[in-house]
């Protein structure tokens, strides 16, 4: 069974920093390329961040550009987002989700795991 | 940048009806539309991708259709458990990933 699993959520004060990480299981993580994206507490989805299977190819949303990094480790079959400078924009659910093989959408999600950014 | 824009904000369905959701690109997306559930407290759940194909496990009363800029969601009759939120996602050239704002279904 495939399950992503997300941890490193809570409270922060506003400039802080978070490291979140995706725990996967029940597939092989090295072939699949992985986003994640995030909510805002009663809003919709937003797309945060790309990378494909090897960690090469990277993406950001512009809106955490230069303050996000994504990362993996493939021997652990984890997803990492290192999330800095954060402000209260940030607040919000952040789920890692697999990208499906057929394209660009994305067929497992984790649970996700809530971020609050507030002094 | 390609906007999703979904429709309408809010659908009210007695159960056993049928429900049909829009969602319209402001260009064309080709056929890299997927659709997805959401209830309360839990992580969207993927339906229907390439505008059309169910995903694994969906049930037939799920149907997708359209291409280009025109899409929609069909539920043939509704059930209890279909009452969520559904958002609509283009993924033809990424990034970024940009979805609908949303269409909630609830029981009338």
């Known amino acids: 069974e495939v399950q992503l699993v997300e941890s490193g959520g809570g409270l922060v004060q506003p400039g802080g920093s978070l490291r979140l990480s995706c725990a996967a299981s029940g597939f092989i993580l090295r072939s699949y390329e992985m986003n994640w994206v995030r909510q805002a507490p009663g809003k919709g989805l937003e797309w945060v961040s790309y990378?494909?299977?090897?960690?090469?190819?990277?993406y950001y949303a512009d809106s955490v550009k230069g303050r996000f990094t994504i990362s993996r480790d493939n021997a652990k079959n984890s997803l990492y987002l290192q999330m800095n400078t954060l402000t209260a924009e940030d607040t919000a659910t952040y789920y890692c989700a697999r990208v499906n093989e057929d394209g660009g959408n994305s067929d497992y999600w984790g649970q996700g795991t809530l971020v609050i950014v507030s002094s | 940048e390609i906007v999703m824009t979904q429709s309408p904000g809010t659908l009210s369905v007695s159960p056993g009806e049928r429900a049909t959701l829009s969602c319209r690109a402001s260009q064309s997306v080709s056929s890299n539309l997927a659709w997805y559930q959401q209830k309360p407290g839990q992580a969207p759940r993927l339906l229907i991708y390439d505008a059309s194909t169910r995903a694994t496990g969906v049930p037939a009363r799920f149907s997708g259709s359209g291409s280009r800029t025109e899409f929609n969601l069909t539920i043939s009759s509704l059930q209890s458990e279909d009452f969520a939120v559904y958002y609509c996602q283009r993924y033809d050239n990424w990034p970024p990933w940009t979805f609908g704002q949303g269409t909630k279904v609830e029981i009338k």
């Open positions: 990378i494909d299977s090897s960690g090469s190819t990277i």
